[in-house]
């Protein structure tokens, strides 16, 4: 089925990897099950779970569709949770079209009986970091957003991707792309060369050790990550070989020094676009500017694949100091992108009840989860 649902997704606009067979395939191995909705030339939508390789008829949108059973106490088994990461891929802006999959797509969760139903599709609001001269208002994304609270969505407390990113345009030469850095990116990508940082893409046996360096990092930089076994599944499934065009692929490009592995990146692909999902970096060698280099040489190898977008997976949701993501941004400001403000994720809750109740226990485990997490990964890294 990969290629038949990956080849009918990248026709429609923003096609996402997070709306590949292949993040279907993943999140199965963790507690959901993957449901995949298409909406056909006459705008009538299509259930299936694993079989698209009969369908040929031309699609209006898309939908990879995440559904866990809620079986904690104090749920009904029947509850269920649903959550299309990054979908439904449409044109958002044709208004019969979304009002056709919208009230499917409420339809669809009031059957499976869900507690609500969660959205978070690429749909700009704006460009540029707000109240500055770059600031561009998109009128587009502002309808939809009236549209989605006018029927009832919510903004959800609970936004699993980031809602704003940075976008760097790979269609320009690589010396326009050099050009439109800070200089003093430039010069710490110049740096890097001089001081002998080198460059390699990873293999399937660097894995473990770029889990731990992920690993290191998380503890160091105070965030919280999965076991090792999760991100050996996304990464195995997505480095899988492959002569598939339209297969999304992965690949890790690591930074060297001396034979030292000192820095790293994972780099994902689809339909034209790159996605800087995940880095990790270590304490040793930071002088030498090993993740400048890095940022350039993913521009390079996505440009060489032909994707026209390199997506850096994030900015502030405030674009001041106080945002725990600041440094992280002016890294990312410094490559020469512009940021991209978009909807986040938005709750359609068939039954109110229930969401109030989940809305108010759920974020109290997961405090209890992140604080488990991150002691597990400092015991396992012997801090």
């Not at 995949?36 to 949108?61: C, H, I, T």
């Not at 029947?78 to 959550?83: F, G, W």
């Not at 970096?281 to 280099?293: A, F, G, I």
């Not at 403000?341 to 938005?346: D, H, I, K, S, V």
């Amino acid at each position: 089925m990969s290629s038949n649902w990956n080849q009918l997704i990248a026709s429609l606009p923003n096609p996402h990897f997070l709306q590949t067979q292949e993040w279907g395939l993943v999140k199965a191995k963790y507690g959901w099950k993957p449901i995949y909705l298409v909406w056909d030339g006459e705008g009538k939508m299509k259930v299936e779970r694993d079989n698209f390789s009969s369908f040929s008829s031309p699609v209006q949108a898309a939908c990879l569709v995440l559904k866990r059973t809620v079986t904690s106490r104090g749920f009904a088994a029947r509850l269920c949770i649903l959550y299309s990461p990054k979908g439904p891929l449409m044109d958002w802006t044709n208004e019969s079209l979304r009002k056709r999959v919208l009230d499917d797509l409420q339809s669809f969760a009031k059957k499976q009986g869900a507690i609500f139903l969660k959205l978070d599709p690429d749909v700009a609001l704006g460009t540029g970091v707000p109240a500055s001269k770059d600031a561009r208002q998109d009128n587009g994304g502002q309808v939809v957003m009236s549209d989605l609270m006018r029927r009832g969505w919510k903004f959800s407390p609970d936004q699993i991707q980031f809602k704003n990113t940075v976008l760097i345009d790979l269609s320009a030469s690589e010396e326009e792309m050099l050009a439109r850095m800070k200089p003093k990116t430039r010069y710490n990508v110049r740096l890097a060369e001089k001081k002998g940082v080198a460059i390699r893409v990873g293999a399937q046996a660097d894995l473990p050790m770029l889990y731990r360096m992920y690993a290191e990092t998380s503890v160091r930089d105070g965030f919280v990550i999965r076991a090792e076994g999760y991100y050996q599944t996304v990464w195995q499934t997505f480095m899988q070989p492959s002569t598939l065009d339209l297969q999304p692929k992965a690949e890790p490009i690591i930074a060297e020094v001396n034979g030292e592995a000192v820095a790293a990146l994972f780099v994902f692909y689809f339909a034209g676009r790159a996605y800087y999902v995940y880095g990790m970096s270590r304490d040793s060698h930071r002088e030498k500017m090993p993740t400048y280099l890095l940022q350039w040489e993913a521009m390079q190898r996505a440009k060489s694949r032909g994707c026209l977008v390199y997506d850096l997976w994030g900015a502030p949701d405030e674009f001041d100091e106080s945002d725990s993501m600041w440094g992280v941004y002016r890294f990312k400001e410094g490559l020469g992108g512009r940021v991209v403000r978009t909807l986040g994720a938005w709750d359609y809750a068939p039954n109110k009840f229930w969401y109030k109740m989940y809305s108010e226990i759920i974020p109290r485990i997961l405090d209890v989860m992140r604080s488990r997490g991150k002691a597990q990964t400092r015991q396992n890294l012997g801090a």
